[in-house]
């Protein structure tokens, strides 16, 4: 049998296109394709190793629906049928409508899938319920959305990356590439003819490849984008022309900006006056793109930080034209063609209640009068989510029913009632998409899922079914809503032909976002100072501030993206735990001394969320003052049941009700 073309769905920015062979056993090797131009016949590690693994172990995964048969928690489920599943779903769902309204069902979702019809259609269902949301981007990317949004009119409309040989220089903002994007990291960035600049409080393998790193403390990115404007003004790097004819409030920054010499930036950030100067000199040498990554924004002040840092494109002219660009999620030119929004059902609301923050998620669930069910689908929020133990407790509640889909037995899905089971990418045909890279791509089903496991579109049509509702859009079968998006993005040929070739680009044209200047602010213009921001009760304009360093005996505690998880995936594949060892604290060797603690010391980490004992990794690459403990682990594989987001304290970035997880401040004792 020949290679079958899939793509991976998962929350990363590479997306990358996969041949499948089967082999012996029913089991099958994943593989990248060699003909996609991200993967280029190779998967990253973590795919690699996981895909390979645990996704196809059937003991690892969720085969039946279950039932709780023990306290919450205990792991303890009995194997059920769907129809007494589902029927006990649907009973307790309309007794909650019934007492309480549909608002009292919440829902959260999130990045277990990315493709197209498993993330967005069961929305249809909770949308024409009136369910309430839990918003997904508050734990990931909500102020950097909203800042730019403000600014710009989008925060999804990203440069074209093949315009990479169009640049003289090449800005990473507060992303972790050789992690986050590993095929951009390695193909991509290599391509630019010219300088590479990272910024990033830890040296990472990026950081280490480029041209220059700027180490900033966390938290001083705003005051470090208002230095490097007072050097490109000071050398005639501004764009006069574009300034006044395309954005509003120059006016309102000027000021700080003269004030921010190179000797300030360097007091307020750490960095040296002269990198400051030359990382300057080359984002001025001519077009530059810039890529804000999401790490940048997850701070009290992040919504600022992305304002503060758009206006290096804004002042300099750098949009529109090739070379010169953005990008912080870019997914609306992907898209453009696509009605996402009745894929995901959002003509079908009848009403809609506020969505909950993950910031107030522990604590609005606590409540015994609000939420009555719990219905928690593609997400694993016991893992991913702040105040951990608090959020435990919530779960804990006996009059709160909890449902949970997933592939895996999760820390979430032991807190269910019910449990449904979710088939994995292998099992059904879907579409792909990258928020980078400008190709869509076919998911296609290379057997039959797992046990009795089904397709989210398929568990949630069963559901609506079992609910007694009549709405058509609730059933529609997944071959129907394919054709439909084909029909829409109307690339010329149909979703089968998409299949052979496994995927497609958007555009063959390079496409040139904002060439003609039309920004879809209040203005027209890029706002450099907004009306809206002032009615948010924030400055109208960016201001130059710099987070004051941790005070005496705390640290900064930075929980960015692992090499080897993606998210809160693949913690329970073996071989990726063998290789990331255990749960560890990078720490500076000053720090390290400071404590008195060595290589593999036992340092306890706590602050008003938590606490969590962690082994000490003694780290160059990570700065005094500063610690750093990747993402992606579950609690139920750790050895005191606790993650790095049992210290997240569940506080808003300035914007967006968003996730300040990069803010939280620690501290720390021999354990
Ligand atoms: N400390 C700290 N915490 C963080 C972050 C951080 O930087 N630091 N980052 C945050 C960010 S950026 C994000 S996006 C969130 C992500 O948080 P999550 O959404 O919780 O993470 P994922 O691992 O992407 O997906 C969750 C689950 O979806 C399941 N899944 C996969 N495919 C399917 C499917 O087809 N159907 C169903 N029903 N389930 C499926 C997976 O098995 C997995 O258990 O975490 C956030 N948490
Ligand atoms: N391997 C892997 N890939 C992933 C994921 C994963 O978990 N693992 N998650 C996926 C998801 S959901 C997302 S949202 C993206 C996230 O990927 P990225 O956009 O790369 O974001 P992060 O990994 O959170 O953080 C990136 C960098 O920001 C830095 N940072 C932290 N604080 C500051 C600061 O104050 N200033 C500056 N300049 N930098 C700072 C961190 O040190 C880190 O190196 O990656 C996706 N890809
Ligand atoms: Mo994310």
Redesign the pocket.
Known sequence: MTPIKTNCPR???DGCGMLVEPRDGGRFRVLGDPDHPVSRGKL?S?CALAYNGVWQEPSARLLHPLKRSGPRGSGAFTQISWDEALNTVADRMTTACNTHGAQSILHTHY?GTLALLAYLFPNRLFRHLGCTEVDPDTI??AAGHTAWTLMFGSSVVGFDPRTIKDTACVLV?????S????HAHEHWLGEAPGPVIV????K?ETARRATLHLQ?R????AALAFSLLHCLQRDGKFDRAFIADHTVGFEQVASAIASADPAWGERQTGIPAGDIERAAAWYGSGPALLWC????Q??KTGGN?MRAVGLLPALTGNLGKPGAGISYLNVAPIVAGLDLDWLGGGDLARSSPPAVSHMHLAERLEASDEFQVFFIWNTNPLASAPAQHRLRRALAREDLFVVASDVFMTDSVRHADIVLPAASFLEFDDLTFSYFHLHMGSQTKIREPLGESLPNTEIFRRLAGALQLSEPALFAADSELLDALMRQWNPGFDYAELQRRGFASVSEDIFIPWSAHCFDTPSGRIEIASQQAQEMGLPPAPQPWADAPPPHGHYRL?T????????DSYANDDNIAARSGPASVHLSPSDAEHLECQEGTRLRLHNASGELVLVATIDTDVQPGTL?SY??RWPLLEPDAATVNHLHIPQCADMGNSTSV?STLVEVSLA
């Open positions: 929350d990363c920015y990253c973590k990045s990931c990317n903002w507060g992303a972790n590439p992690h986050s994007a590993p910024v990033d409080p830890i990472t900033p966390p938290g001083s990115d990554g999401q790490g940048l997850r701070q930080i930075l960015p993206a692992s090499r080897w998880r993606l998210n750093v993402k992606g990069h």
